[in-house]
């Protein structure tokens, strides 16, 4: 009930507005955030690189108000590939449709998307397109494919709590599209998404058996002990090598997790958000853990008493 409250806080523009502007919910909201700026996430991604991690750069924002706004998305994005082309650095980009205009208008998206991939496969760089709420699950597997179709640079993110998510994986492997496995961070229906944690756990472990032994580079994204060790086993019994596919992890989250899988010479990379955008992105981080929102809350209060005095 929790993590339903507070995935539907996530869509308040009011509280948006409130956290945002507010200092003590920016300082905690920087725990998972690498910075507003470029210049804090390309820090990061460089320190990141030092310690034998990889990164994906994702400029915060999502379900762009206008044109202007959804061009603007693709023009940093534009930058950041320049950037991290100059920067030597080693990492790829993660966006989202609805940061590029899916919902005002199609074919804008669509161009959007196309000159960013270009932009990628110019430097030899790949886009990941991340999975938003199910409404746009469809839309983003076609968009996909399509741009897969004119270019490898580009890849999608399928979620284990989807019911749908086993049949996509076949269909996306069948075009050798890339993958990222993640359980789902949004509110969903039990019409469209398993409701019981465990179904959602016995499905990425079905939809990772999947994706390793199909030859295509994938990323299996999640910080949950019992997923990276079902995914360890099985790649170690089919003779899948450790170069073969990579952990992924969101910045700030289980960094002690992080280093032990470099420690053992597994492939992981570090999915690093950046940007002024950042409520709904840190609303979904307090929803996956309920010691988040004890320590948001603990900063909040301690905010408070140093504003009244
Ligand atoms: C690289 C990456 C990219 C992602 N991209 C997408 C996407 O495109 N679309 C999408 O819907 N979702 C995405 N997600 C989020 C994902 O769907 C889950 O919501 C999130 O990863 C939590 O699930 P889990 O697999 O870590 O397992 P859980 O069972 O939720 O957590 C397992 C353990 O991980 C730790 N943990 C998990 N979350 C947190 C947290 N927020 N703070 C502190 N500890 C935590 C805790 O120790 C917890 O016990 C992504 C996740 C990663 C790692």
């Not at 590029?100 to 669509?110: M, P």
């Not at 494919?145 to 996306?172: C, F, H, I, N």
């Not at 961070?185 to 398993?194: R, T």
Request: hydrophobic share 40%; with cysteine.
């Amino acid at each position: 009930m929790l993590r339903t409250a507070l995935l539907h806080m996530s869509e308040s523009p009011g509280l948006a507005r409130f956290v945002l502007h507010h200092g003590p919910s920016r300082r905690v909201a920087m725990r998972f955030v690498a910075g507003e700026g470029l210049d804090q996430a390309v820090s990061a991604a460089r320190a990141l690189n030092h310690a034998g991690r990889m990164v994906s750069l994702d400029y915060l924002g999502e379900n762009v108000a206008d044109e202007a706004g959804a061009r603007r998305a693709a023009g940093i994005y534009m930058a950041i590939f320049d950037r991290i082309a100059a920067e030597k650095l080693d990492a790829n980009v993660s966006l989202k449709l609805t940061q590029l205009g899916l919902d005002l208008d199609e074919a804008l998206c669509q161009g959007l998307l196309e000159e960013i991939v270009a932009r990628a496969a110019g430097h030899g760089n790949f886009v990941r397109i991340d999975m938003e709420g199910s409404a746009y699950t469809r839309r983003t597997i076609d968009f996909c494919k399509r741009m897969r179709a004119k270019s490898p640079a580009v890849g999608t993110v399928l979620q284990s709590y989807l019911y749908r998510t086993e049949q996509d994986a076949k269909d996306l492997i069948r075009i050798g599209c890339r993958i990222r496995l993640c359980k789902g961070a949004y509110k969903e229906p039990p019409s469209v998404a398993f409701p019981k944690k465990a179904d959602v756990d016995a499905n990425y472990i079905k939809v990772m058996q999947i994706l390793l032994p199909s030859g295509i580079y994938h990323g299996i994204a999640t910080h949950d002990p019992r997923m990276i060790g079902a995914t360890k086993e099985f790649a170690a019994k089919n003779n899948i090598s450790r170069d073969q596919f990579e952990f992924q992890m969101l910045y700030g989250i289980r960094t002690d997790l992080q280093e032990q899988l470099v420690r053992e010479g597994y492939r992981l990379r570090v999915y690093v958000p950046f940007g002024q955008d950042w409520f709904p992105y840190f609303m979904r981080r307090l929803a996956e853990r309920p010691a988040n929102l004890t320590f948001f809350l603990r900063n909040l209060f301690r905010g408070n008493q140093s504003h009244a005095a």
